[in-house]
């Protein structure tokens, strides 16, 4: 949630919880074009194409126990699937992270880099012609009718709702904006319908009604069609009201007493566990020494009043949970009585990350540690592993192709995977692929950011402020099996490494001006290694399609180095610290602005062959 751009409400919030009755499915109009015949492979283990079923949850943390919290969901996810335990997002903010999600592209390829305009939100999806190009339209041109409730996109509002309509839903129930985050006061827009609101009624049981609904309408329709439905809660998101509709991004007025932040409202049957649940305290909960870099590391300690207050912060986050531990419990019984659970993958994961008290931050997302980035996967289904956690990496980026891959298309190198443009690549969900995938997928990820930071918790300081503007960055994160490190430029030059194999907290930042380094990393000198990872993260911040799963390709075109281990051999050492241009910015923008970007490795590289550039060569 971001500030700017957001619908008028004011509205007073009420205490009393119902759930709501189903209301009649209708499904719209079937997907248009065809999918090109070379795309296409056959039915899943010979026979019909499988359902598919993706439950979408918002802020969801990985690093602070919510899984332990969710009974339902570990028997029938968890226990019953793959949790990939190394799964990012790469960008940590809900909409930018939602289109990655959906187009299988990195934020500065769908240039949407914010929850709101001009940088982000539902117009600017609208406006990069992405609603024409995104995973329910080729789900429906692969035979599969699509469905949708829940939270879809920022700013997609009860006046811009039908401006265009979302395309590619034969069956939708949106969550609409300024409602959205509003527990006790939702709004939802049914297809073609009018905006009708649930006052009074918890949004999570709201939402678990019309996705049963949409599962009775795929049954009715499952032996002519498979089906895709997904299904987006609120929960653990904070409560928000808001009384701003569009406030420029260059002129953010004082948002204390215009936006409200609070706690999530759990349903009320859940108000009252938990009690003595706290955030982890792990070492880099409320640390003595300030650490990371930027506006982070000025911040001061958190008082004693202001832990207690995020320790019940954190609760509410729980109990709001809970809702969505009956939903998915809900989903699934619901399935098993139709006959499709056996032949239904179903997708558990969340937008992004989320922190509450490490490094000194008040509640919120919008950085690169690992509690941001690294976020909850959990996949069930035919072929998938039961009971297994999995070390692949893997990134939102990859889940399009994954499940047009399940839809029977052939998304190999020589198939049509080209012609989707996806930054990423499936992720593994057979024993057989995830055996494979310790040898040969890729081990890092491309991490980013635009704009500002905002703190969703109280404040407790006369001084503290709601916003942190200059909170633009590129990074990568490097998962190697001797190695784990996290790599950041800022727009205004101050850079971050962590080594996670030795700092797991991320508490040292190994580039600060105050840090004591290191001499050597991986048994070279340390510079060699900074050098490696500033090459690395120069092509990842301006690349499309394969190069983003294979950035070591465009660096060595011959094929002789595939990680940071092979990019280590002292021959390459003049062309990583000398030849090579560094990552670095023009200027600090509050989004995607190229002029802004600094080199761009596709103009200002350079590329390794035997000492020589490649163009040299060809």
């Not at 999570?204 to 997904?230: H, I, M, S, Y």
């Not at 305290?281 to 003595?288: M, V």
């Amino acid at each position: 949630m971001r500030f700017s751009g957001v619908v008028a409400a004011g509205l007073q919030l009420s205490a009393a919880v119902a759930s709501s009755s189903g209301n009649g499915q209708i499904p719209l109009g079937q997907g248009q074009g065809q999918v090109s015949s070379h795309h296409k492979r056959p039915g899943h283990h010979g026979h019909k194409k499988p359902n598919i079923v993706f439950v979408l949850t918002d802020d969801q943390d990985l690093h602070m126990d919510s899984l332990n919290y969710i009974p339902l969901i570990k028997k029938h996810l968890i226990d019953r699937g793959t949790l990939f335990k190394r799964h990012y997002c790469t960008t940590a903010i809900c909409c930018p992270a939602r289109v990655s999600l959906w187009t299988g592209k990195l934020a500065h390829n769908t240039n949407v880099t914010d929850v709101n305009p001009p940088h982000g939100g539902y117009p600017k999806f609208i406006k990069q012609g992405l609603n024409n190009n995104y995973l329910p339209l080729w789900l429906q041109q692969a035979g599969y009718d699509t469905y949708y409730t829940g939270k879809l996109f920022n700013a997609h509002t009860v006046e811009n709702y039908h401006s265009p309509y979302p395309a590619g839903w034969n069956g939708s129930d949106f969550l609409l904006d300024p409602y959205t985050y509003m527990y006790l006061n939702a709004t939802y827009q049914r297809n073609r319908d009018p905006p009708v609101n649930y006052a009074g009624q918890h949004t999570v049981d709201v939402l678990r009604e019309k996705a049963l609904g949409f599962l009775e309408d795929a049954a009715a329709n499952v032996g002519e069609r498979p089906f895709f439905l997904g299904i987006a809660p609120v929960a653990p998101h904070s409560n928000v009201e808001s009384a701003l509709f569009e406030v420029p991004i260059d002129d953010l007025p004082d948002l204390e007493g215009q936006v409200l932040f609070t706690p999530p409202i759990p349903a009320e049957r859940h108000a009252h566990l938990f009690p003595d649940a706290k955030v982890p305290r792990t070492p880099n909960f409320n640390p003595e020494q300030p650490g990371g870099a930027a506006w982070v590391r000025e911040l001061p300690r958190l008082s004693a009043a202001n832990v207690a207050f995020n320790d019940h912060f954190y609760r509410q986050r729980l109990r709001a949970l809970q809702s969505v531990d009956e939903l998915v419990d809900a989903v699934v019984n619901r399935l098993d009585e139709l006959g499709l659970l056996e032949d239904t993958y179903i997708f558990y994961t969340t937008d992004n990350g989320y922190h509450i008290s490490q490094h000194r931050l008040q509640p919120g997302k919008e950085c690169g540690f690992e509690e941001d980035i690294n976020i909850p996967l959990i996949v069930r289904g035919p072929g998938v592993p039961k009971g297994e956690i999995s070390e692949a990496v893997t990134t939102h980026t990859d889940l399009a192709p994954t499940i047009l891959q399940i839809a029977g298309l052939d998304l190999s190198e020589d198939g049509g995977f080209e012609e989707f443009g996806f930054d990423g690549a499936a992720v593994p969900l057979t024993r057989k692929e995830l055996e494979e995938a310790e040898v040969s997928r890729h081990e890092h990820v491309t991490v980013e950011f635009w704009g500002f930071a905002a703190t969703e918790g109280n404040l407790f300081r006369d001084d503290e402020q709601r916003l942190y503007i200059n909170n633009t960055y590129k990074a990568v994160r490097v998962i190697g099996k001797e190695y784990s490190f996290y790599y950041a430029v800022w727009c205004h030059d101050e850079h971050e490494l962590y080594d996670l194999k030795n700092d797991p907290y991320q508490l040292n930042n190994l580039l600060h001006s105050s840090a004591n380094p290191p001499t050597h990393l991986l048994g070279v000198p340390f510079d060699k290694v900074i050098a490696r990872l500033d090459a690395l993260l120069f092509v990842l911040k301006s690349c499309k399609g394969g190069t983003c799963t294979k950035p070591w390709a465009a660096l060595h075109p011959a094929g002789n180095v595939q990680n940071l281990r092979d990019a280590l051999s002292p021959r390459f050492d003049a062309f990583y610290e000398r030849e090579q241009e560094k990552v670095k910015y023009n200027r600090c923008e509050m989004g995607y602005i190229l002029d802004a970007e600094g080199p761009q490795f596709e103009t200002h590289g350079a590329v390794y062959r035997q000492g020589a550039r490649w163009s040299e060569w060809v």
